[in-house]
């Protein structure tokens, strides 16, 4: 019998206790109801309320809340079905309309992702919300954002986790990068080709420049050494007549000269005479240089007389 009151006594205590005091935590909010209605809200740390009067009626977590968004199947502008998840961060920012604004802020959050995701993807086409993947978590966080308002919630920012096209689709999709692989290996090889084929041209260009140059060099070297040998003859031949003028001009140059040049008549006559084909000649053609040696003898005996 004692040990039954005892017992009682603890359970009454306990009853009395967790409805007269309530401690409530740094990370959420109470909402305190007396008789059923909104008497205000608990902040964090120790409160007092009246048995069978008050009661805490919601316990909201002021935290930031990550809510899984449960994949499921879009249509693209493009008619393709996708099939899309994705994260959504939400916070209570007024526990007040959150308990009373509606039932399960929650719930309502997640649905209204998917319906806002559904939407975004049907304005975009496959290859797009790939693209495109930032500016659809905008849209739909700015969309969520708007209707949530009377909630007490907000909605800090949304993300897409997948998205998977059917295997059909995969499939094709994998064909056409196969074939862009394919169309860019040969451009990158015709690529290749006209590079090394522009290189052999500019080689051989260059070549030719090269060749151009050394025998336009060698043509001006070839010129200089001839003008060199013109001049060099020329100035040996005004030399010559120089020392003929000047052998002239003593007694019996004159007649020195004329006999040289006659010598050499007779040798270049007989030069000619050699490679034509004449075989007939005058009798006195044949003397004219024994003739002309003569006249030098008696030149030159003359010459020794007259000294």
Not at 69 to 77: D, E, F, G, L, N
Not at 153 to 162: G, P, S
Request: hydrophobic fraction near 40%; charge should be neutral.
């Amino acid at each position: 019998m004692f040990w039954t009151f005892t017992l009682l006594s603890i359970l009454l205590m306990y009853f009395i206790f967790t409805r007269l005091f309530i401690i409530v935590e740094f990370r959420e909010e109470v909402i305190q109801e007396r008789l059923g209605k909104f008497k205000k809200n608990l902040s964090p740390g120790f409160h007092f309320l009246v048995p069978f009067v008050d009661r805490p009626a919601y316990r909201r977590e002021m935290r930031e809340q990550v809510l899984d968004v449960p994949s499921q199947t879009c249509i693209t502008k493009d008619n393709i079905e996708v099939a899309v998840d994705g994260l959504v961060y939400i916070k209570v920012m007024d526990a007040y309309k959150a308990s009373y604004g509606i039932s399960n802020y929650q719930a309502a959050a997640v649905n209204l992702a998917q319906t806002t995701m559904r939407s975004e993807v049907g304005k975009i086409t496959l290859d797009d919300t790939f693209s495109e993947r930032e500016k659809m978590n905008e849209n739909i966080v700015r969309e969520i954002d708007k209707a949530a308002e009377p909630w007490g919630i907000k909605v800090l920012r949304y993300e897409i986790k997948n998205i998977r096209p059917s295997n059909e689709i995969v499939d094709t999709m994998e064909k056409q990068m196969e074939a862009e692989r394919e169309k860019r290996a040969e451009i990158t090889h015709s690529e290749g080709f006209r590079q090394s084929r522009i290189n052999e041209s500019e080689g051989q260009q260059s070549s030719q420049v090269l060749i151009s140059e050394a025998n336009r060099q060698k043509r001006i070297n070839e010129a200089l050494g001839k003008a060199k040998e013109i001049e060099l003859v020329a100035e040996a031949t005004a030399n010559g007549i120089k020392r003929i003028a000047q052998a002239m001009q003593h007694p019996g140059g004159e007649l020195a000269v004329k006999t040289k040049l006659v010598e050499q008549y007779i040798d270049e006559f007989g030069r000619i005479i050699e490679s034509s084909n004449i075989s007939v000649l005058p009798t006195e053609t044949a003397n004219l240089k024994t003739f002309f040696e003569g006249v030098s003898k008696v030149s030159d005996h003359t010459k020794s007389k007259g000294e």
